[in-house]
Each structure stands twice: as structure tokens, then as C-alpha cells.
């Protein structure tokens, strides 16, 4: 992973000045996952890394001019987001999208579409999505929903498993409907968790221009932050106990078959709106993709079904094959999951960065700091299927 900040403005400053910038472009670097993650998270067919590797000669398609027009469409709609997380709430409580315009662009682009200012920061966002996006771990993206807390006032947000006992009857002419009034109903509050880490930029590397020193920290800086927030994620999927586990049955596809039953059945009077079409979502380590792989291939009319590999093809619908070096290669099995209802996360605030000069070490202090959480609310959308 490398950064996108323009080193070469930097030469012939003055050294105040270079602090100045390159405090801000450090900035702006944290910030490009965060809002490359809100662009496209909608988005999931922009998010193919494949098909915009730098290698690849669909490059600059329409495709890549896709990906950069919804990049500069996001950034046009909420610039605040390009702002620390704390002069964030400041600006939106004072005058909201417009303030943070004039704060981002200046008076003179704070209205105007053809933004030259926006156009830059929209390629360079582009250009982090090209080259580091793909190596940052998101899969966990694809399996919660995203519960916006940032500019909030509250320190948590609540999960709540609510059921009203409704029941659909057939009525007799002129029968009236008796409405349900009691309603059980529990909470889960989830709280941000603060993360944090700081680093020493030393004058020396400004003065004889060791910007790879720099680069190589803020590239770090990024990649243990995004490492740390994709293990808290996951690490709720390996914390469940033995009670989530589906048995080995005859074969792979019938096992997966079994644990889609499972988690539909389970589900049934929950009011989730979720049938034998749903869509389910796969999470393993990456020892055992293959071995995913291989059991997806059973399908209706295929060899491995034709010639009794499999005994049955798999009869639900698999949208996404998630791997990451978090799931244990040794986890007894992989993970089914219904995404989304009852699993949630939740950011406060983008990793930022905030400045302190350190005159003893002749250096600029830059702390960043960054606040998420998640939580599986119901653990019954959610199977580990045993592979053997």
C-alpha cells in the first residue's frame, strides 16, 4: 500500500509551510476509506477490484468514469466528510452542507459545479480507490448495516428485538379485528469504542526530503487501523459458541442446504420479510475458499450432481464468498449469514488526525483517532457449518 499525497508540492516551502500541507494531505489520506466505503457501499458492482486493477485494459471505460462521477456526486452532496470528525459537528450544527462548502471550497466554489477543486480531490479519491482500496480488508461491509452515528449526539445506538405477537386470521362477515397491545420487547446497546495511535514526523525528513519515510508511516497508519476495525468485525462470527453449529450431513452441499433451512426456519416469525430466495452471504478463512468454491459447483444439472459427488445441488442462493485472514485457518467450519436486519455496525467518527508540535524532538506529533463498533444482534442469522 502506498499514499496518494503529492510530495512534490511540498519542495522549495517554507518548513512551517510543509507542516502545514502535509498535516492536511495526512488528513485526507485517513479519510479515503471511510467515504470510498460510504460511496460505494450501494454501489457493491463498483467494488469489483477486478475490474479496475491498473492492468486491466477496461481502466478508463465508462466503468472507471462511473466510479469517479459517484465519487465527485458524494463529495458535491456532503463535503463535511472531508473535515476533522470534531469541526464536523461544528459545522453541520452552525449551517450544515453549505457552511462545510465554504469551509472546503471557498466562497468563490461553494455553489459552482464545475468545481475545480472538486474535480482534483474527486481523482485523487479515484486514484486511492485504484491503487489501495482492493489491499484494505471491507468484506465485513457486505455482512452489517451501517448505522450512521457520526455528527450524532449519542454515545451508542440500540438493537432492538421487538415483537408485537401479530397474527393473521380469517374473520367472518362482520367480525372485528382485535389489535395486539402487548409487545415483548429487549434492547442491545452497542458504545463506540475510541481507537487510537500517534507517530513522530521528524523535521529531518522534511529538510532532506525522506518523504518515503512519511509515506511509508501514514501508509501504516491506514492499513493497522482498517486490520484492527475488519478483526472487531469478524471476531463476533468466532466468539459464538457451539450452539450455531450445523453437523457434517452426507455431504457439502447437503450440510449448507441444511444450515440455509435452519437459519429460515429459525427466522420465520421474526418479521424479517425473508423466503427460500433470500440471499445469503459466506465467511471463511482463506485456507477454504477453494473448498467453498468447489461446493457452490453443485448445481442442478451439474457433473458433481449427475455423477453422485454431491448428492443434491445447493438449493439456496450464495451472494458473496467472503475470506479473511481473521477467520482461524483451523475454524471448524464456515460461516453462513443472513446479512444485514439484526446485525449492525456503527462509526461516530473517520479515523482523523490531529497535530502537536514537539520541539524537544523537533518533530510534529500526529495523533489519529478513530470510533466504530458492531454487534450480531440475533445469532440465529448465523450458521457455522462443520466441513467434515
Known amino acids: 500500500m502506498r499514499t496518494n499525497i503529492k510530495f512534490h508540492e511540498l519542495k522549495g516551502r517554507p518548513i512551517e509551510e ?17 467515504v470510498l466505503a460510504d460511496v460505494f457501499g450501494k454501489q457493491p458492482h463498483l467494488l469489483n477490484p477486478r475490474r479496475f486493477a491498473s492492468n486491466d485494459a477496461r481502466y478508463q471505460t465508462p466503468a472507471n468514469f462511473d466510479a469517479q462521477k459517484s465519487i465527485f456526486a458524494h463529495l458535491s452532496r456532503d463535503p463535511s466528510r472531508l473535515l476533522n470528525g470534531d469541526v464536523q459537528r461544528e459545522v453541520i450544527g452552525a449551517g450544515g452542507v453549505a457552511a462545510a462548502k465554504s469551509l472546503v471550497f471557498g466562497e468563490k466554489y461553494a455553489t459552482g459545479s464545475d468545481n475545480p477543486i472538486l474535480f482534483d480531490l474527486a481523482s485523487q479519491f479515484a486514484a486511492f480507490f485504484h491503487s ?6 471491507t468484506g465485513y461491509m457486505a455482512l452489517f448495516d451501517l448505522v450512521d452515528m457520526r455528527n450524532m449526539t449519542h454515545d451508542h445506538f440500540d438493537i432492538d428485538d421487538t415483537n408485537a405477537g401479530i397474527t393473521f386470521k380469517q374473520l367472518k362477515p362482520g367480525e372485528a379485528i382485535k389489535p395486539t397491545t402487548a409487545i415483548a420487547e429487549s434492547r442491545l446497546q452497542v458504545f463506540y469504542l475510541t481507537m487510537g495511535a500517534g507517530i513522530s514526523i521528524l523535521d529531518e525528513w522534511l529538510q532532506f526530503q525522506q518523504y518515503w519515510k512519511i509515506d511509508d508511516f501514514v ?3 491506514i492499513a493497522k487501523y482498517y486490520d484492527q476495525m475488519a ?3 469478524y471476531s463476533l462470527f468466532t466468539a459464538l459458541g457451539n450452539g450455531i453449529n450445523v453437523p457434517f450431513t452426507t455431504d457439502a452441499a447437503t450440510t449448507l442446504n ?3 433451512a435452519t437459519i429460515l426456519r429459525n427466522l420465520r416469525n421474526q418479521g424479517y420479510g425473508i423466503s427460500q ?9 482463506p485456507e477454504k475458499v477453494g473448498v467453498i468454491l468447489a461446493t457452490l459447483e453443485a448445481q442442478r444439472g451439474s457433473m458433481m450432481v449427475q455423477f453422485g459427488t454431491m448428492k443434491q ?19 471448524t467450519g464456515y460461516y453462513l449469514v443472513l446479512p444485514g436486519k439484526k446485525l449492525k455496525r456503527g462509526v461516530w467518527k473517520d479515523l482523523s488526525v ?20 458492531a454487534a450480531i444482534g440475533d445469532t440465529n442469522q448465523v450458521r457455522r457449518v462443520l466441513y467434515s
Open 18 to 34: 510543509q507542516r502545514l500541507m502535509l498535516r492536511k494531505a495526512i488528513d485526507l489520506e485517513l479519510r479515503y476509506p471511510a
Open 132 to 137: 489501495n482500496m482492493p489491499d484494505i480488508d
Open 219 to 221: 501508509a501504516e497508519f
Open 231 to 233: 478483526n472487531t468485525h
Open 258 to 260: 441444511v444450515a440455509g
Open 277 to 285: 430466495n433470500t440471499a445469503f452471504k459466506i465467511l471463511c478463512a
Open 313 to 331: 445441488p445447493v438449493a439456496y442462493t450464495i451472494d458473496a464468498v467472503i475470506s479473511s485472514t481473521f477467520i482461524p485457518a483451523n475454524d
Open 354 to 373: 490531529e497535530n502537536l508540535r514537539n520541539p524537544a524532538m523537533a518533530a510534529n506529533d500526529q495523533f489519529a483517532r478513530g470510533q466504530y463498533n
